[in-house]
C-alpha cells in the first residue's frame, strides 16, 4: 500500500470515529491526509469505498480473534482469553474499534452475524463446562464484553479493570495474573 493511500485510510478512520461517517466530507479527509480529493477517489471510489476498505480491515481481526481464540483448547481458557480482549486493545487502534462500535447504529453496515463463529465457540466452551443454558450464557458474556469494550474506548482501561476481575471470578477462572 502506498504512503498517501495508508494516510487517506488513517484521515478516514479518525474522522469517521471522532465525528461520525455521515459528517465526514471527502474533502475534509484529503485535507487531513494532505492529499488531492481526486486521489480518494482514485483509490476508493467514494466515501463508502473508503468506508468499506475499512470495514474488511474489521473482519480480517474479527478472523484473527476467533482465530487465536480457537487455538484455546481448554474452555475455561477459550473464556479468559475473551475476557481479556478489550484488556489487550493497543490505545493505538481505539479509534478503529470505536467506527466499528458506531457503525452498529448504522442498518446499512451493520452485520449481526459476523460475531457468530466467537459465540459458537463460547457456546461451545459454556457446554463443555456444563452450564445449563450455554447459549445464552455465551450472549450474556458477548455483551458484558462489548458494553465493557465501549468502556475502555471511551474512558480508558483503569476504571474497567473491576468488571474483569468480576468476570474471571463468576467463571472460575484465576485472577492470580491480572
Known amino acids: 500500500m502506498t504512503d498517501k493511500k495508508q494516510r487517506i485510510l488513517d484521515s478516514a478512520l479518525k474522522l469517521f470515529a471522532q465525528e461520525g461517517y455521515s459528517a465526514v466530507s471527502t474533502n475534509r479527509i484529503a485535507q487531513d491526509a494532505s492529499v488531492s480529493e481526486g486521489l480518494i477517489f482514485k483509490h476508493f471510489d467514494n466515501k463508502e469505498g473508503l468506508l468499506l476498505a475499512l470495514k474488511e480491515k474489521a473482519e480480517l481481526r474479527i478472523h484473527e480473534i476467533y482465530a487465536y481464540l480457537s487455538e484455546k483448547k481448554n474452555p475455561i481458557h477459550v473464556i479468559e482469553s475473551f475476557i481479556d480482549i478489550p484488556f489487550t486493545i493497543d490505545p493505538s487502534e481505539y479509534d478503529f474499534w470505536r467506527l466499528q462500535f458506531m457503525l452498529k447504529w448504522d442498518n446499512r453496515y451493520y452485520m449481526p452475524d459476523k460475531m457468530d463463529n466467537i459465540k459458537n465457540l ?17 450472549e450474556a458474556l458477548d455483551h458484558m464484553i462489548e458494553s465493557i469494550s465501549i468502556g475502555i ?14 468476570l474471571k471470578k463468576k467463571y472460575k477462572i484465576s485472577i492470580a495474573s491480572i
Not at 122 to 132: A, V
Open 153 to 166: 474506548l471511551r474512558d480508558g482501561m483503569d476504571r474497567h479493570k473491576k468488571q474483569r476481575n468480576f
Open 122 to 138: 463460547l457456546t461451545e466452551s459454556f457446554h463443555e463446562l456444563n452450564y445449563e443454558f450455554p447459549r445464552e450464557e455465551a
